[in-house]
């Protein structure tokens, strides 16, 4: 997977490399001109590099009349510590100013602290549990939320952005076991807002992320309306790292393929262009 995906990335910077010498001009410059809405959107985001496309798409989040606190947290919250680590580098250097003080600035209480540990905390990546700290952190959790009255946020917090998301899957077994309930639901009662997404979007990315994404796409496209800025962002970001299990779990729990479902709620070259990326 990784040969492909550095594969895809080398042709890519390299057909823009070769229109720069041949034209003279950035593709991007020339794609703009030439693209309109969210094909435009979709296309010009595609043309990054996944760590680019993730500053890209924070500091968006953050430079509109209203911050999008879903995206940012969505972003930020689903990505692996090294691929948060590479994305903040870039954001700075393109940006001139720090990741965590974008944050500072435009969020606030629990939903503010959790952002900040989960971007600044490094976090072991490998596959390896120990299964009595699981059960000692599962424990911790439904101490600080279902066993007491009112909820102790430093503790999920500290829990859910310190470990890794092999041992947050097992902290989520454990607690059913131990509890008869899922992680899942407890957070849910004992937490709300941006905060409660940003906690359930770490568990759920730990547990299956696939399946995560799944769902989201099917919340951008259910209703009335699409929400093409959400689809265009999880479609593009994924088709490199884990579409193959995103399309599976969506077909899994929809009993429809998102092939199908992009084509019944997108028309015209927007939609040629994510099929593109998703494939049949």
């Not at 003279?24 to 001109?33: A, Q």
């Not at 680019?52 to 689903?78: P, Y």
């Not at 066993?147 to 829990?159: A, L, M, N, R, V």
């Amino acid at each position: 997977m990784m040969q492909c995906n550095s594969t895809v990335l080398s042709k890519r910077a390299l057909i823009q490399q070769e229109y720069r010498n041949l034209k003279g001009e950035e593709l991007t410059k020339r794609l703009s001109s030439e693209l309109k809405g969210d094909t435009k959107n979709a296309v010009l985001l595609w043309l990054y590099d996944p760590a680019g496309r993730d500053a890209t798409i924070v500091k968006q989040a953050f430079l509109g009349n209203t911050v999008d606190l879903q995206c940012l947290t969505e972003v930020i919250c689903s990505r692996t510590p090294s691929q948060i680590q590479t994305f903040k580098h870039i954001y700075y250097s393109r940006y001139y100013v720090q990741l965590e003080q974008d944050i500072q600035r435009n969020t606030t209480g629990d939903h503010k602290k959790l952002l900040l540990a989960y971007v600044s905390v490094p976090r072991y990546e490998g596959p390896e549990v120990d299964r009595l700290s699981a059960e000692q952190d599962a424990q911790a959790l439904y101490k600080a939320g279902e066993k007491k009255i009112g909820t102790d946020e430093k503790t999920f917090i500290q829990i859910l952005s310190g470990r890794s998301r092999a041992h947050l899957a097992a902290v989520s077994h454990a607690y059913r076991s131990m509890y008869g309930k899922s992680l899942v639901k407890a957070i849910k009662s004992e937490t709300s807002g941006k905060f409660l997404f940003g906690l359930l979007t770490i568990v759920r990315c730990a547990e299956n992320p696939g399946k995560f994404f799944a769902k989201e796409l099917y919340k951008s496209m259910k209703g009335l309306g699409t929400n093409e800025a959400t689809l265009t962002r999880i479609v593009v970001t994924r088709t490199e790292i884990d579409m193959y299990y995103i399309k599976a779990e969506y077909h899994k729990k929809y009993k429809k393929s998102l092939a199908d479902a992009i084509h019944s709620e997108t028309s015209g070259n927007y939609r040629t262009f994510l099929l593109s990326l998703v494939g049949s």
